[in-house]
């Protein structure tokens, strides 16, 4: 069964900092990695999708890297500002199929402080 | 354009009743699915659907029914609502291309007494 873990839990930075999110899984047989952000109360955003057979993507501010064989990615914020608070979530799709199934992590609950 | 909508936004029951979450999207996307996201377990999986009236389990099925009779509506039923069902509910869609991530609902926050 696939796990995924997020660390850390929550993570609390003053503006500007640049930061880095960590996320990891057992099973390495994965069709894709993503990561959202989720707001208080609100649904899920998805942030960035890399497919097994990227090393990285990168969206503006965004940067993140997938190493398959060792399970890892991880997600760089650049200059981070207040609006970046928010829940940060990794998933990763099983199978080969296109209507793939998501495994969660937990997230990462960050706060930047102005 | 509003995509895709849940509804209630809230609900509160109590045990022993059946409860019915709506789900409906506006793209007509293939896939259909719905999660609840729990403290301490995250976002798990409860049912999908690939297409109308084609509907399977995930990971935690057990005292949910989903039916998807036209591909815009992918409603969520309780049929007899426990406390541990207690929970936020999302529904989220994706299309049918390749490598195409999903697209989440606002939630429903549903309290069983």
């Known amino acids: 069964k696939q796990e995924v873990t997020q660390i850390p839990a929550a993570l609390s930075v003053p503006e500007g900092e640049n930061l880095v999110l960590n996320c990891s899984f057992t099973?390495?047989?994965?069709?894709?990695l993503q990561w959202f952000r989720q707001d208080p109360g609100k649904g899920l955003t998805s942030l960035l999708l890399?497919?097994?057979?990227?090393r990285e993507q990168t969206s503006g501010r965004l940067n993140a890297s997938l190493d398959k064989s060792s399970g890892r990615s991880t997600l760089y914020i650049a200059a981070s500002q207040p609006g970046d608070s928010a829940t940060y979530l990794c998933?990763?799709?099983?199978?080969?199929?296109?209507?793939?199934?998501?495994?969660f992590g937990e997230g990462t609950q960050l706060t930047v402080n102005p | 354009d509003a995509g895709i909508t849940q509804s209630p936004r809230y609900k509160i029951t109590e045990t022993g009743r059946q409860v019915t979450l709506m789900c409906h999207q506006t793209w007509s996307h293939s896939y259909m699915f719905w999660y609840r996201q729990d403290l301490g377990h995250g976002l798990r999986l409860i049912y999908y659907?690939?297409?109308?009236?084609?509907?399977d389990k995930g990971e935690v099925p057990d005292g949910y029914v989903v039916s998807r009779s036209k591909t815009e509506n992918f409603p969520l039923t309780l049929e007899s609502a426990t406390r541990s069902q207690t929970s936020v509910y999302f529904c989220a869609t994706k299309s049918m291309r390749e490598q195409e991530t999903q697209y989440f609902g606002p939630g429903t926050r549903l309290l069983v007494l």
């Open positions: 998933a990763v799709a099983k199978g080969e199929t296109s209507g793939s199934r998501l495994t």
């Open positions: 659907s690939a297409a109308a009236d084609i509907t």
């Open positions: 099973d390495s047989a994965i069709y894709n």
């Open positions: 890399i497919q097994s057979s990227q």
